[in-house]
Every structure is written in structure tokens, then in C-alpha cells.
């Protein structure tokens, strides 16, 4: 069973930063695309970042292009999401998940498997 877990989460003021790590363990990692989500208290989940299985190509949405990264390291199962510039609105629960396959998707319905999040809180 593949397990995520997500961490790095915290508070921070505005034009702050953070870097959120996600471990993935028993499954195939390398082999899968990888995404960041978020979800902020009564809206739906949205796509962040996603990074293809060799890292090679990366896919952003255009609220966090240019302030936010994403990259991974298949020798240690894990994928990082580097957060610059950050703002009030960047608030949310921010979910790491894998892939369906190699193909990099941007919607809830391409990923199988869910962290359960981790908590960033941006203030003004």
C-alpha cells in the first residue's frame, strides 16, 4: 500500500517561504507522476504543481507560477515543493499525491494515492 506523507507546513508571514516535503513509501515511486494540491476551508481541492516521473517536466498553476517549485529525488522516494513570495490566499492544506501513471495530470481525478496534508498558513 503506498503511503505519503507531507510535512513543512506552518505559519508564515506574507513574502515569507516555506518548503513542503512529501515521503512516499510501499509502492513504486520513480515509475509515476507527482502533484501538489490544496484546499482552503470551503472550497475544492486545486491543482498547485505537478512533476513527471523523471522530473524532466515540470506543470504549474498560473496562481503560483513563478513563486512556487516543485522537484523530486527518486533515490530517496521523496518530492519537495519550494513556496516563495507567499500569500494570505496561498492558505490551505496542501496535499502531496501520485500519479495514475507517467502522464503528468492536473485534476484531482489523474492521481490514485493522497497524503493527508499539511497546513500552511500565510498571514497579512
Known amino acids: 500500500q503506498v503511503q505519503l506523507v507531507e510535512s513543512g507546513g506552518g505559519l508564515v508571514q506574507a513574502g515569507g517561504s516555506l518548503r513542503l516535503s512529501c515521503a512516499a513509501s510501499g509502492g513504486t515511486f520513480s515509475g509515476y507522476a507527482m502533484g501538489w494540491f490544496r484546499q482552503a476551508p470551503g472550497k475544492e481541492r486545486e491543482f498547485v504543481a505537478a512533476?513527471?516521473?523523471?522530473?524532466?517536466?515540470?506543470f504549474y498553476a498560473d496562481s503560483v507560477k513563478g513563486r512556487f517549485t516543485i522537484s523530486r529525488d527518486n533515490a530517496k522516494n521523496m518530492v519537495y515543493l519550494q513556496m516563495n513570495s507567499l500569500k494570505p490566499e496561498d492558505t490551505a492544506v496542501y496535499y502531496c499525491?501520485?500519479?495514475?501513471?507517467?502522464?503528468?495530470?492536473?485534476?484531482?481525478?489523474?492521481?490514485?494515492?493522497w497524503g493527508q496534508g499539511t497546513q500552511v498558513t500565510v498571514s497579512s
Open positions: 512533476i513527471s516521473w523523471s522530473g524532466g517536466n515540470t
Open positions: 499525491a501520485r500519479g495514475r501513471g507517467i502522464g503528468v495530470g492536473t485534476t484531482v481525478a489523474r492521481y490514485d494515492y
